[in-house]
Each structure stands twice: as structure tokens, then as C-alpha cells.
């Protein structure tokens, strides 16, 4: 039974555009994460065998691609075109909850094998010294301060 779902507020355009470029994403860089934590879903024993989601793992933001390089080390992601979500368009600014355009190229350039020295030798100081832990996704900077 097919669910009438109601287009983005962004438009179903930029939806599509959204997931034409992960599902290029993926097949460029196949042992990296291409959708936000909001879109993924795990195989429980590939969960399980990663260590999960864990703040004693990985306690800064980013930790939807910290958990993929985990979870691919049990097996391989795919992006099924009929379980697509995109988050919300609540949190405007992302300068707390979002790595920087150096992180992100040196990031794609890491071979997987090296990712768990770019995760916890490279950007985990980096993260720290921003104060850019994954509590900082908890604030709702678009509600007026209470």
C-alpha cells in the first residue's frame, strides 16, 4: 500500500537532486557515508559488532560518519531509492554541528583502511577544540531562548 507523502518544503526537485547525488556519492566513494544520521539503518549484528552508537566511541557531532566507517567494516552500505529521508529544514545554522570544507576533502581522500586515523587522530582534536560534541545537535537555536 503506497503512502501519500507530502512534497519537501524544499520541493520535490531538490529532494531528488538530493538523492541522485548521494546514490553518485556512493558509487564514487563506496566505504563512506552518504546520508545523515537521519538516513541510515543498520543491519543489527553489523550494529552490534561496530559497538554502536556510542558517546564513549565517538562523543562529537559527525558521529553518523564515524559509525558508518564502523559499520563498513562489516559489510557494504547501500541506498535503496524507495527508503530515502532528508532531515528537516528546522536548524538553519550549522556552523556548531558541521565539519569544514578542508575536513570534508581530506575526508573523501582518506582511503577507508586510514579513516580511523582521520576520525580519531585528525578531526577528533579538531572537534574538541570547537566544543562540537553531539549535544551540540541537541540545541534548537530556531526556537526563541526560554
Not at 66 to 94: F, K, N, T
Request: charged residues 20%; proline residues 9%; positive net charge.
Amino acid at each position: 500500500m503506497a503512502v501519500d507523502v507530502p512534497a519537501p518544503p524544499d520541493g520535490l526537485a531538490a529532494r531528488r537532486k538530493r538523492f541522485w547525488r548521494a546514490q553518485v556519492a556512493a558509487r564514487l566513494w563506496p566505504r563512506q557515508t552518504h546520508t545523515g544520521g537521519f538516513g541510515q539503518t543498520f543491519r543489527t549484528t553489523a550494529l552490534v559488532a561496530a559497538g554502536g552508537y556510542a558517546h564513549a566511541h565517538w562523543p562529537y557531532v559527525l558521529m553518523d560518519h564515524e559509525i558508518m566507517h564502523r559499520v563498513l567494516a562489516q559489510g557494504r552500505a547501500v541506498y535503496p531509492p524507495d527508503l530515502w529521508c532528508i532531515p528537516s529544514p528546522r536548524r538553519a545554522d550549522r556552523r556548531r554541528v558541521r565539519w569544514t570544507l578542508a575536513e570534508r576533502l581530506i575526508y573523501h581522500a582518506t582511503p577507508h583502511a586510514w579513516q580511523g586515523w582521520y576520525f580519531h587522530r585528525f578531526l577528533a582534536p579538531r572537534l574538541a577544540a570547537r566544543r562540537a560534541t553531539h549535544l551540540a545537535l541537541r540545541e534548537k537555536s530556531w526556537l526563541p531562548p526560554s
